[in-house]
């Protein structure tokens, strides 16, 4: 289904918007003349700039107001100033909240970026244009920079556009002195939001790629078989959230610093080369009791598994459950040739490594392997994980396979000594685990006596 | 449906909106009816029938959905936090910056680890595709995609390969090679092909199997070596912008969410919406599965984070504050599922209880949107990538408990000794 395409023409705020206008709330009261941030006059050579405010001052008034503290409240005080709502006097090009004396002010509601209007290429061009005319020479490198590239993609309009700015410049110089430099201060403020000086991190009003919605959409077969789901209690789900964060609780490096050490906090690898040798740790032990699928997915639990399972005589299962995996994550093109030797070395009758599973599963996977796809063992091979996870896992963990490597594995103490080393790359890993594999798997292939017997021979 | 015996324009009150327009004169099923232009066009693509309106049809959709909302709330029981009660409440949380990853011109949009923690793959605005090694601060790999907002890429299981898309629409997976004089683009594979911007991007269980989310508002399962679809996802109604597959033993399923604000959970072997959750006031930018694979925990431009329990079927946590105002663009969970890791829009990262819905620790440091946050496989760490072009690994400092003893030991073996190479 292609989305209609709804074009949002708002996108420039509508995911923002909720936002922008909890921020406007805050300003608002910020500027309540009784409860509000304190302003005072300042003097600028002859004019006086009304309702000046000191960084600080708006700092502390978020931290009380907003029950916040220092660091927080700095931090949103800088969202005020890179959106536009508080503009600073001093070094206006740089829109961050500075908490010391520095004087700023607020923006004037007109150019809040909750309006409507975009900030338009032609605005910005009328108003290079009109600083141009009142002084040459005093727009940044930056500024003229986009002048020109303005002045040569709007050529066409340039003739509006210096109109514009000379009609706006009149109407300037028609104000009071105070007004004329408070708007100015005001205007420029806008602008260096909106086409900030370095292009890159500093401009909040970046949002990203438009998204489109599309609002027309009706889902009322869906939501009928929502309806009867079967769901279960809130109190059993959430119990085993809990449980499970009380389980792993001391497994998690940012709730229990782990041993011997964090690398990146020291920069000693050890960790991690402690977990790629022959004896683990005891936290790696431990962690293989805590459920099957911990288990298999630690490649070193899953081998001391296979070594408990040859000791059984079981370890067809589990080859089949990772026969079937790979299966199900392979490639399309080996699809029907793995599923043809997965057939033939466990699921035909008198098979190799026959699996014991139930008649109907049986006939269903044997049945849809006439047509394989990539889901056909599903069945049964759920049937086995459940038979190993709810079985031989257990008696795993009270075997004594699992008491030695239990026994065995060490518990390194904790050090700081830094050793910042390059690793293994994990390409080369691959490598090798591949040829181990292909090794393992010609050894474990059926022995052919005749060629056994003829090497034996031509040694005689 | 439509039986247009003749057509002829009259204006006044149309039938089905009541407003006066000029109207369609046409014949549904022999019966004459006026209807004007826009209602006679919605009724064609709406596939209504006779009597049916905009309006009925969104009645029904309104009814059903209360009805779901009450069938959730009866086996609801217990909050989260009655849950958390009995749990020890976390200590102080101070968090440190250990490595800053520069070398991205532009915007970082996107991050994965690689499973030998270490490794990381990023992506920016411009183009690039870096592949670090973050323990070292070495860039390993470097590719310059044909297109800009890159804001897709994946790491693959075996650690061999990088997956990533953006504007191009498409998902290329480039195997990594040893040479680092051999050109990656070179061996580029073109995977997935969607018809709006890939959005997000996950590799399954090996190498050879990728899922996509789109601006298209699908997903789709990828097999990589023939670029054939197997599956794909219908059901959002606006862009998809995130995915994650599930960590479950059966890992047949993944979650994902839209700009529609509702997160969808699928099953990938038939393609069907198995669950879906609606409760976020403003688009989802990013779902991220619970560890154990039965909860999930999504961000939104409504400056919330919300976690969501399959199995109960309903929200069950809010994780908000008042001065949080702007979106979470990216969550992650810690290894054990306390911590909830959110980058937001802000330029900070909070950093939450997962079971008490407080906040514990909130990161500065960097200057603009925090695009992406990713706990390492190991969780050791996590990484934060910015729209200010940096990455950031960040490892929790000094745990409260450790005795400052300790500390203050260190230190004056440090005085009398002189050894300078001690790193905190």
Redo the contacts between chains.
Sequence with gaps: ???RSDRDHGQRYR??M??LK??EATVLQMQDPSTGVKGTDQKLNITIIPHVITGQDIVAWITKN???DN??AQ??G??LVAFGYIYPLQDHKKLVLRPDGSLNRFQTPYFWPVQKWKAEDTDYGIYLAKRNIRKKGVLDAYEQEEYNKLHKWMNHKWDFIVMQAKEQYHAGKARQKADRVVFDCQERAYWIVHRPPVS???NAM?YG?D??????????I???Q??M?S????????????K??????N????????LPS??????D?S??ELNAVEIPTKMRVERWSFS??EL?NDPRGRADFKIFLKKEFSGENLAFWEAA??L??????SMSEKAEQIFKTFLAPGAPRWINIDGRTMGLTVKGLEHPH??VL?GAQ?HI?MLM?KDTFYRYLKSPVYKEIQKKAISPAPH?F?N????I??????QKEQEEKAKAAAAAGPVDIKKLMASKLDRK | MCDQTFLAITFGPCDNCSQNKPLMNIYLKNEPINYCSLCVELMAC?GLAKGET?HT??T??ET??A??EE??AK??????HQ??EK?EA?GQFVM?T??TLKGHG??VLCMDW??????IVSSSQDGKVIVW?A??T?K?HAVTMPCT?V?ACAYAP???AVACGG?DNKCSVYP???DKNENLAAKKKSVAMH???LSSCSF???D??ILTSS????CALW????G?L?QSF??H???V?SLNLAP???GNTFVSGG??KKANVWDM?SGQ?V??FETH???INCVKY???G??FATGS???TCRLY??????E?AIYSK??I???ASSVDF??????LFAGY????INVWD??KGTRVA?L?GH??RVSSVRVSP????FCSGS???TLR?S???R?SG?SDLRNIL?SMVLLFTGIR????
């Design positions: 289904m292609t989305i995911p923002r909720s936002c909890k921020l907003m029950n916040i660091d927080e931090a949103f800088t969202m890159g991190w500093q970046d790629l998204r489109h919605i599309d609002p027309n959409v009706e889902e009322i869906y939501t009928q929502a309806v789901r769901r279960v209690k809130s109190s059993v789900s959430l119990g085993a959230l809990a499970y964060i009380t389980t792993f609780k497994h998690d490096p940012f709730l229990i610093p782990c964090n690398p990146w906090h020291t920069d690898d960790y991690w099957f699928y298999l995996e790979e199900k994550w392979g490639t399309a093109a990539r889901y599903d759920t994980f996870k700081n830094s910042r080393r390059p690793s790359d994990p390409i080369i890993t691959w | 709406q905009i049809l969104k029904e959709s059903l959905k009805k779901l069938e959730r086996l609801h029981d217990v909050e989260l849950v958390a749990i976390l440190k250990r490595r532009n915007k690689c499973r030998d923690k270490r490794r090694d323990y070292t070495n390993e907002w804001m075996s650690g061999c504007l990594l090679s040893l018809t709006n911007y399954t269980n090996s050879m199997q601006g298209d508002g699908t097999d990589v070596e023939s054939q197997l219908h059901g109604s606006a862009d912008l479950s033993e059966t700009c529609d072997r919406n669950q879906s006031e403003s688009d619970y560890p154990s039965d909860a431009d409504d400056a329990d399959l199995r109960a079927d309903r069950v008042e001065s105002i702007f979106g810690s290894l054990s599922g306390r911590l829009n802000d330029y900070t997962v079971l909130i500065f200057e603009n190991d969780g050791t760490a729209w200010d072009s690994v490892v929790r400092f745990f450790e260190y190479d001690y790193r905190w």
